[in-house]
């Protein structure tokens, strides 16, 4: 773009970053939860951005994602900002200081979902992540009230934490990706993300790969909120899901999975692994011969070393990050294309908008009507970055970021911000 450095380095840094220690109570026990909250940019609207749990958080991390929410919102051209909210909760500790593993049924025995050698108690963990919420709700009750930053879920958070938050504020507008029945709930956002991710997989299978939907392959990380309705979408369009992994194990079949059979099963047990078919590993599934290739659990889980043994014709990133620096490097090398994930996974942040803007009008869409949004808001962005990277002979990554960072410096520049 030939910007001059001192500009790039505005436009690469956050705004603020606050680090803070929530004091919890849990069961009794008064728990510090560290955490960080990344005001990256605001000069396209509030600062947006989805609230983890997880107990490997770190400030680089929470400012990286908060600066991929900045450039996810530009280049789906939407009023929000950049921002990311990271509590660090210590799952580990907290199992040993409850014992709460010696209490579980055996098929919940095992590694659990943040890779602790002990039983998983999904009662147990609600109720932490229920209790860690609220106090981060109450701590920042005013930044959210005032909508300077509107956050919603994000990897260890869903609806019923997001409600905790609007418990708090009273504002329905505070917060989006609330629980039904919630004010200013909105139809259609919990399945948003992985709609918008089937239907640019679909175009860049067509369009990009010259391949028609119907019997391709498919591999997907992560059977959650993103993966599940994802893999079921794609299936209705002809896709063959040949192999799906969550924290716990997975499962692959050549001839194609049952996706309706496997989200039941999903639901059922808590996890896809044992469903049926031949046992599948995160590392195993990142190296299947399959047509698309998409990691939605996640981040950095292809990198440097793992690049080289992805065999998928492309990859499709419906996941935060899930392609480090090297691994791109290592992918470009191998020709394998990447669509990015402020393309893949921004129908949630389309739809939040939605909700944020409709918040206080108690008027209800139908799902249709904000699916609908978010397959034009997202084709259209589809079209400008396929548009130029043809035009320029760039990646469609590089398109995508240069169209973004267009965007950001154009509204920074117009606010006196640069």
Same mark, same amino acid.
């Given at each position: 773009?030939?910007?001059?450095?001192? /500009?790039?380095?505005?436009?690469?840094?956050?705004?603020?970053?606050?680090?803070?220690?929530?004091?919890?109570?849990?069961?009794?026990?008064?728990?510090?939860?560290?955490?960080?909250?990344?005001?990256?940019?605001?000069?396209?609207?509030?600062?947006?951005?989805?609230?983890?749990?997880?107990?490997?958080?770190?400030?680089?991390?929470?400012?990286?994602?908060?600066?991929?929410?900045?450039?996810?919102?530009?280049?789906?051209? /939407?009023?929000?900002?950049?921002?990311?909210?990271?509590?660090?909760?210590?799952?580990?500790?907290?199992?040993?200081?409850?014992?709460?593993?010696?209490?579980?049924?055996?098929?919940?025995?095992?590694?659990?979902?943040?890779?602790?050698?002990?039983?998983?108690?999904?009662?147990?963990?609600?109720?932490?992540?229920?209790?860690?919420?609220?106090?981060?709700?109450?701590?920042?009750?005013?930044?959210?009230?005032?909508?300077?930053?509107?956050?919603?879920?994000?990897?260890?958070?869903?609806?019923?934490?997001?409600?905790?938050?609007?418990?708090?504020?009273?504002?329905?507008?505070?917060?989006?990706?609330?629980?039904?029945?919630?004010?200013?709930?909105?139809?259609?956002?919990?399945?948003?993300?992985?709609?918008?991710?089937?239907?640019?997989?679909? &175009?860049?299978?067509?369009?990009?790969?010259?391949?028609?939907?119907?019997?391709?392959?498919?591999?997907?990380?992560?059977?959650?909120?993103?993966?599940?309705?994802?893999?079921?979408?794609?299936?209705?369009?002809?896709?063959?899901?040949?192999?799906?992994?969550?924290?716990?194990?997975?499962?692959?079949?050549?001839?194609?999975?049952?996706?309706?059979?496997?989200?039941?099963?999903? &639901?059922?047990?808590?996890?896809?692994?044992?469903?049926?078919?031949?046992?599948?590993?995160?590392?195993?599934?990142?190296?299947?011969?399959?047509?698309?290739?998409?990691?939605?659990?996640?981040?950095?889980? /292809?990198?440097?070393?793992?690049?080289?043994?992805?065999?998928?014709?492309?990859?499709?990133?419906?996941?935060?990050?899930?392609?480090?620096?090297?691994?791109?490097?290592?992918?470009?090398?191998?020709?394998?294309?990447?669509?990015?994930?402020?393309?893949?996974?921004?129908?949630?942040?389309?739809?939040?908008?939605?909700?944020?803007?409709?918040?206080?009008?108690?008027?209800?869409?139908?799902?249709?009507?904000?699916?609908?949004?978010?397959?034009?808001?997202?084709?259209?962005?589809?079209?400008?970055?396929?548009?130029?990277?043809?035009?320029?002979?760039?990646?469609?990554?590089?398109?995508?970021?240069? /169209?973004?960072?267009?965007?950001?410096?154009?509204?920074?520049?117009?606010?006196?911000?640069?």
């Amino acid at each position: 773009m030939g910007l001059d450095p001192r /500009i790039t380095e505005e436009i690469i840094h956050p705004h603020e970053v606050r680090v803070f220690r929530l004091s919890c109570h849990i069961m009794g026990r008064t728990v510090a939860i560290p955490g960080v909250m990344a005001l990256h940019n605001n000069a396209r609207g509030p600062y947006k951005g989805g609230i983890r749990l997880a107990p490997d958080s770190s400030v680089w991390e929470t400012v990286e994602l908060a600066r991929l929410m900045t450039l996810k919102t530009a280049l789906a051209d /939407i009023e929000f900002g950049g921002a990311k909210s990271s509590l660090r909760v210590p799952w580990e500790h907290l199992y040993e200081l409850f014992s709460h593993g010696s209490r579980l049924t055996s098929h919940e025995s095992g590694r659990n979902g943040f890779g602790l050698a002990t039983a998983r108690d999904s009662g147990f963990e609600k109720m932490v992540a229920l209790e860690v919420m609220e106090a981060f709700a109450r701590q920042f009750r005013e930044t959210f009230r005032s909508h300077t930053y509107v956050p919603a879920p994000d990897m260890g958070t869903g609806a019923d934490e997001m409600t905790m938050i609007y418990n708090e504020t009273l504002d329905p507008a505070s917060v989006t990706g609330k629980a039904e029945g919630t004010p200013g709930w909105l139809p259609g956002r919990r399945e948003s993300t992985g709609f918008g991710c089937t239907g640019v997989t679909l &175009r860049l299978l067509r369009e990009a790969l010259g391949m028609e939907p119907a019997g391709r392959t498919v591999a997907i990380q992560g059977f959650g909120n993103v993966g599940e309705p994802l893999a079921r979408a794609l299936a209705r369009e002809g896709v063959r899901i040949v192999g799906v992994t969550d924290a716990r194990g997975g499962v692959y079949d050549p001839a194609g999975l049952d996706v309706e059979a496997l989200a039941e099963y999903a &639901r059922r047990t808590g996890s896809v692994d044992e469903f049926g078919g031949q046992p599948l590993g995160n590392e195993e599934l990142l190296a299947l011969p399959v047509d698309v290739l998409i990691p939605a659990a996640m981040g950095g889980v /292809i990198d440097g070393a793992s690049a080289h043994r992805v065999r998928a014709a492309a990859i499709v990133e419906a996941a935060n990050m899930p392609v480090t620096l090297e691994g791109m490097d290592v992918l470009a090398r191998h020709g394998i294309p990447v669509l990015p994930d402020i393309l893949a996974n921004a129908g949630g942040v389309v739809a939040s908008m939605e909700e944020y803007s409709r918040s206080l009008s108690a008027v209800k869409l139908p799902a249709s009507v904000v699916l609908r949004d978010v397959e034009a808001t997202l084709n259209a962005a589809f079209d400008l970055c396929l548009a130029r990277s043809r035009e320029e002979k760039i990646s469609f990554l590089e398109a995508a970021s240069l /169209i973004a960072v267009e965007r950001v410096w154009k509204a920074m520049r117009s606010r006196r911000q640069v």
